[in-house]
């Protein structure tokens, strides 16, 4: 199993991690699945892997790259929206102050995206994504958000499918900010897509029929509202959940808990020198406390980004 | 194209359709997208066809089958439940009296799906659905509801397909209802239905994950909520709608108005004999007037039940 598939460089799946136990359990987990005849074989048709985004897939330090979206909306639109000048958040927002943001929680949050998100149509919306992801840059990476992605992560999407699994997205993100580009930038159907939802109303408008983003939330697929989201568009369980913070816990535990063949992993992010270290005490999101503690126990592989990953981000385009 | 594909028996993918117009409308469709150098050729990713389900894959009368699932339920656990004596709504349901209930409207359907389908785990509610389907007759046809689906759109599905479309269901009855049986019934994996949505509540369970099926109603994927379900799960638009209903209106605008290439049918009910006939004044549910007033002017197929299908229901199994 694992020699064979590893010992030759050309054969080697996963080629952006470090040999150790964490890159031999993904792998061992896969023959496991797709060995025919063997007790813990898996029908394709149950191969179903959940990844989270932020912090997962791609990094969500200073701020998850929706939030970064959403301000530079703000600051593209606060000319046409005087008003905004005696909303608080929203100046926080203007200026770039974070601390303040975070501050004022969920309710801020939902401000911001009100304000940035909302009260035009679904394909207004994705134009607007598409246009700032053409030229939007990461803060300190200085590379464009979309191109940010982890290349480890990338290869075990791919590990995942050439071995007959179709691979998701879950995570506590819009579904309409992700689908505009989860195709593109990780080869996932926007069908395949699970993540918060915003309220939308169906109308005509001067005979054509749009979908409009109103303010106001109707789902988050946060926490406990992973499995729920997952119940909602896929209808079974996973067997593969992928995270890293707490905010996975409940995916964790619903995908890999008495179930006769499974598999949990968590993005540690130890690594400040190539990317960010933090678990407890997130800059922004991510924090992990919880399903660190019960990682063991449940036999969840614990990735150690430092030591675990060659390298960190995807080359560039 | 018709000609070559429908005048020899073995090529014709749609059997159970007699010659006419109906028929050569949906092989033309079919052909149009798929012929490669055309304008209107469609690639396969976006090969999209929805499909309501009561009325239009199968039947809705004398009431829709998840009610009938619903109603035997109640009877079913009555004899646990002294206390449903004194509920009105209750009573008209373990006595079948259709009228009753009919006239409590969209408040007494909740109360039903509420004593039937909830307070339970997912899981506790799939095996329910299986014992119901694997004896539960249709009062008419004495046939399994499962069993009644109609061949013509069988074969619709099974065409689209094979040519590769990905069918979905868009439909008003619960998506948990449904997708216990999609596969089997329609060849619809679960995460292709799009259906109705009741609350649901993650919790652990003596150290086990579970959802349980809470009361009330979280989304209604009927009318206006059809192309927000679409959207919320699929995220982008369709290029051909079924459906059979003003229900499906919406649906049918989302899918078809101002766009390049698409295709929208409506199955009007027109057989007493073999099966229904109603349209603006059905048993139960299916009211069908404005979408068939706009059916004309939007190019959408209105198929004649009685006239354009040679066999209404699949064979036996
Ligand atoms: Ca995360
Ligand atoms: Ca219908």
Do not use: C
């Not at 983003?213 to 946060?222: H, L, R, T």
């Amino acid at each position: 199993g694992l020699f064979v598939s590893s010992a030759f460089s050309q054969d080697d799946p996963l080629p952006s991690w470090n040999d150790g136990p964490t890159k031999s359990a993904i792998i061992e987990f896969v023959e496991s699945v797709t060995r025919e005849g063997s007790p813990t074989f898996v029908r394709p048709i149950n191969r179903i892997a959940v990844f989270d985004n932020d912090g997962t897939l791609w990094p969500e330090d200073p701020i998850p790259f929706q939030l970064a979206f959403a301000l530079d909306e703000l600051k593209r639109l606060a000319p046409s929206h005087p008003e905004w000048k005696n909303n608080p958040v929203l100046q926080a927002g203007l200026n770039d102050d974070i601390p303040t943001l975070l501050t004022s929680g969920e309710k801020g949050l939902i401000e911001i995206l009100d304000a940035s998100h909302t009260k035009i149509t679904t394909t207004e919306f994705d134009k607007r994504v598409q246009n700032w992801s053409r030229t939007a840059k990461h803060p300190r990476f200085k590379r464009r958000y979309l191109d940010l992605t982890y290349q480890p992560m990338q290869e075990v999407l791919r590990y995942l499918r050439a071995n007959k699994f179709k691979t998701w997205i879950v995570s506590g993100g819009g579904a309409d900010f992700m689908r505009v580009w989860s195709r593109r930038v990780y080869g996932i159907p926007p069908e395949q897509v699970i993540g918060s939802v915003g309220n939308t109303k169906f109308g005509m408008q001067e005979g054509l029929p749009v979908l409009i983003k109103e303010p106001g939330v109707s789902f988050v697929d946060d926490k406990t509202g992973k499995p729920v989201g997952i119940h909602r568009q896929l209808g079974r369980r996973p067997i593969a959940a992928f995270g890293n913070s707490d905010g996975d816990l409940e995916m964790l535990q619903w995908t890999t808990i008495e179930r006769k063949t499974s598999f949990g992993l968590i993005v540690h992010h130890t690594d400040a020198v190539r990317e960010y270290a933090y678990d407890a005490h997130p800059k922004s999101s991510g924090k992990l406390v919880k399903a660190l503690e019960q990682a063991k126990g449940n036999g969840w592989v614990v990735v150690d980004m430092k030591n675990d990953w060659a390298t960190i981000f995807s080359p560039e385009k």
